[in-house]
């Protein structure tokens, strides 16, 4: 289990190295000058050159990549060229509002879709099990910005039963609840569709297995049987499927954090890119590519500790 | 633990925590409802305040509430002008050259930091000579210090808007040169020290609080608290205006004849001011354009009326040149072209041009791309084939400029569209000669325009400046480069309580809203 782990770490650290140098290739392939962009187009030339400077743009692009991941393995991503504040303490600003939103969103899509798919699978072809089914593709179809937008409209809008902007009053937590209901309802909804689907496929096959019809025959409580042995098996593929989706909602956030004016790590990043502000975008990227793998590691972790031929095969 | 649940179990204890959030109780009590908290938009963090080296726009907001100005702007039934601020108890111009100033007694700086000063006017200002916005203060020869309240602004040649474009505005700001030595020299996202009647605190990505400054001892503002939270996209803050959660915001032009059409109770719309001019460039050195007869005929092709109700809904005024509405030396009509595709068929003919095909490039936003359509059809409808080219912001602030590379020499239309102060004289300044291949992208010369230039600067009579910024107008439009399209307005749409005071160019100033 640990060579399992270092190597996994090993791994993780050659795929962050590839992000970054995906990502400064990416950045310097855009057109424009990035310090036209950033300094807007009436900038002087003495603050062009003197952005350049700061930026390390005069240099290589080779010598660039180094100095950041240097810079980034001391936990230093540099310095916001505009507010000279650091960006590890920027991300870090807006990393928990991010997390909290991804949280809550995959947090109730699991409620619903687990038990969800669980229920479509043990009574197969019933009327629950047909409106699961439907309302499942349908949720998946449904862009997330759409229902961002519908669902802003109707509760805040319309009814305004729920803030429309904002992350809350800091230090009130049932304020910041409340203004986290229906972003994580917009980007969960779809994943509720993504789960139930899983679910109720990974279920059907093992409740067909052998044990299950024997876990039967010993007059095993049916709850028993679905919840205490099959899910236990078929939530193993779903797991993985929710340490990906959990891991890509972070910087795939950006619509809910735009349409409900939530701070957050995707738009953050996106106003970097629309700004050329690269060391926020390189910051903003390489915490979000290292979540994203440490999430799945711990997917992966999980389901090591659950199935033993998975262990046993590490 | 075992795990007990049932498909009733299940949905009952989802939907009761559903209900949980949407229980309106509990949903009131969040919203700001206090009398004196005003609820605004801000488009984005406050990156640098300092005024040297600012970014512009929102940080502006921020200076006009917590740092000394000596004139602000004020509307007048002709137009803009302006007036002298709080802090100060003369601002006079005494001649061409010199501008008088004595400060208010008893307004004194946050943090310990003493009274302002006439020193502060001349630290602030002087330094802004070696700042990004050096460009307003080039007139500025040197502060003269006369008194600890007292001063002279010197300007090294008589420049007739000093006070309009570069008192009143962002770069005008003055700053506490102690706090400011004692930063280092400059400062970024937070000020060293006020003097106004708010202090400043900023939750990035959230909202910046503006609370009442304990040592301010001038008036106090019509609100105690202004709440101005982030919200980078005008739409969502239309719908945060809808949903109650804003009191003020700023919106688009759908939104504005929405607004027109069917104006909520309640609510109301106030336009500060209409300083940005687009037009339709044309590369008169591009050889598809070179023949002055193309460019006319393409002048006279553009139906402006139909773009306007078109892109942008009849909610902007029609432009007849580069001086917007309310300045010196606005136009009200063209003097070399009209709507008229019969006349442009004939140039074209006379021209010896058949199966002309163009390509217009334009920022990649909903106005723009459907101005370009219009424009497309209506080219399309005298035989000029026109492939419109969207760009994002990178590509397209530089596509002219030839220090960026080649792209200028491919230039043929596009559409673009400048902001300004309320001074005449900053739209004028980009297609001098000397910007061909910087902003002048149409990259024409005229010796007449660039004279003309240097004296509506220099000329303090109203009416003598008015004709200068007409004769340019009328220069440009002779080009044939240039179809003008629409000054688009800076509207707001509040509760109708509330009485907005924005500047001309669209910054709030919050300290000066009022109650209704």
Request: hydrophobic share 45%.
């Amino acid at each position: 289990m640990g060579f399992y782990l270092l190597k996994r770490l090993g791994l993780a650290f050659a795929v962050i190295c590839a992000v970054v140098l995906v990502l400064f290739s990416l950045l310097y392939l855009i057109p424009g000058d990035p310090a036209t962009i950033a300094l807007g187009p009436r900038a002087s030339p003495e603050a062009i050159a003197r952005y350049a400077e700061r930026m390390h743009l005069d240099e290589p692009i080779w010598r660039q990549f180094l100095i950041f991941i240097g810079n980034a393995l001391t936990g230093d991503l540099g310095v916001d060229v505009f507010s000279e504040r650091s960006v590890t303490t920027i991300v870090g600003e807006r990393l928990g509002f991010t997390l909290a939103l991804v949280g809550l969103g995959m947090g109730w899509a699991m409620t619903l879709g687990i038990p969800l798919g669980c229920l479509a699978a043990v009574r197969p072809n019933s009327w629950l099990d047909r409106v699961t089914g439907v309302l499942s593709v349908s949720t998946i179809a449904v862009p997330s910005f759409l229902v961002s937008i519908w669902a802003l409209l109707i509760f805040a809008v319309h009814l305004r039963w729920l803030p429309a902007i904002g992350a809350g009053e800091p230090g009130d937590v049932v304020d910041q609840l409340r203004h986290l209901i229906l972003p994580a309802f917009a980007i969960g909804l779809s994943w509720v569709g993504y789960l139930a689907r899983m679910v109720r496929a990974s279920m059907l096959e093992v409740m067909g297995e052998t044990y299950i019809r024997s876990a039967r025959a010993f007059g095993l409580a049916p709850r028993r049987v679905v919840f205490g042995y099959a899910l236990r098996v078929a939530i193993l593929p779903t797991i993985t499927l929710i340490g990906m989706g959990f891991g890509g909602l972070i910087s795939s956030t950006v619509f809910a954090e735009i349409i409900f004016a939530r701070p957050g790590i995707g738009k953050l990043i996106f106003d970097a890119v629309m700004a050329r502000n690269f060391p926020i975008v390189q910051g903003g990227v390489l915490v979000a590519t290292g979540l994203y793998i440490l999430v799945v590691l711990i997917s992966d972790l999980l389901i090591a500790w659950f199935d033993p031929r998975v262990r046993e095969s590490l | 633990m075992k795990l007990r649940t049932s498909r009733r179990s299940f949905l009952a204890s989802t939907a009761a925590l559903g209900a949980f959030g949407m229980m309106p109780g509990l949903t009131g009590a969040s919203f700001a409802q206090g009398a004196s908290v005003l609820r605004l938009r801000l488009d984005g963090d406050l990156e640098i305040l300092d005024p040297g080296y600012m970014t512009g726009g929102t940080e502006i907001e921020a200076q006009k509430q917590c740092l000394p100005f000596l004139a602000q702007y004020a509307t007048t039934e002709d137009g803009f002008s302006w007036e002298p601020t709080y802090y100060v108890t003369r601002l006079e111009q005494r001649d061409a050259t010199h501008i008088d100033f004595e400060l208010r007694e008893g307004l004194v700086w946050s943090g310990g930091y003493g009274p302002l000063t006439a020193n502060d006017v001349r630290f602030s200002y002087e330094r802004m000579k070696d700042s990004d916005w050096s460009g307003y203060f080039e007139a500025l020869d040197h502060v003269e210090v006369t008194g600890e309240r007292t001063g002279t602004l010197v300007l090294n040649a008589p420049f007739a808007p000093f006070i309009m474009i570069t008192l009143c505005h962002g770069p005008g700001a003055i700053v506490c040169e102690a706090a400011v030595t004692e930063a280092g020299g400059r400062y970024t996202n937070q000020f060293p020290a006020v003097c106004g009647p708010y202090t400043m605190d900023q939750e990035p990505g959230q909202r910046v609080t503006f609370s009442p400054n304990p040592d301010w001892t001038g008036p106090a503002p019509a609100f105690d608290t202004i709440q101005a939270n982030i919200i980078s996209e005008v739409r969502a803050a239309e719908l945060a205006f809808d949903a109650g959660e804003l009191d003020c915001t700023e919106v688009s032009a759908d939104a504005l004849a929405r607004l027109d059409a069917d104006m909520p109770e309640g609510t109301s719309v106030t336009v500060a001011g209409e300083l940005q001019y687009m037009w339709m460039g044309m590369n008169t050195e591009h050889p598809k354009l070179q023949d002055i007869r193309v460019r006319r005929a393409i002048q006279h092709a553009i139906d402006v009326d139909s773009i306007l109700a078109g892109a942008y809904s009849g909610t902007t005024a029609k432009s007849h040149g580069i001086i917007c509405p309310g300045l010196i030396g606005q136009r009200d009509s063209t003097t070399y072209y009209s709507y008229d595709p019969a006349r442009a068929r004939e140039l074209l003919a006379e021209a010896g041009v058949a199966g002309l095909e163009l390509t217009i490039r334009t920022l990649n936003t909903q106005e723009r791309m459907l101005t370009a359509q219009i424009i497309q059809a209506n080219l399309a409808a005298v035989g000029v084939t026109v492939s419109v080219l969207p760009l994002d912001s990178g590509s397209y602030w530089e596509m002219g400029q030839e220090s960026a590379g080649d792209t200028w020499q491919d230039l043929e239309l596009w559409l673009m569209r400048f902001g300004t102060t309320p001074d005449p004289y900053e739209a004028t300044s980009w297609f001098v000669s000397e910007q061909v291949g910087v902003w002048n992208w149409e990259r024409w010369t005229s010796e007449e325009f660039d004279r003309l230039y240097d004296e509506g600067i220099a000329e303090t009579d109203p009416d003598r400046r008015a004709d200068i910024y007409i004769r340019m107008q009328e220069i440009m439009e002779e080009t044939g480069a240039y179809v003008w399209i629409n000054h688009e307005p800076e509207a707001f749409v509040h509760r109708s309580e509330i009485v907005v005071n924005a500047a001309p160019s669209g910054e709030l100033d919050y300290r000066r809203f009022e109650r209704a």
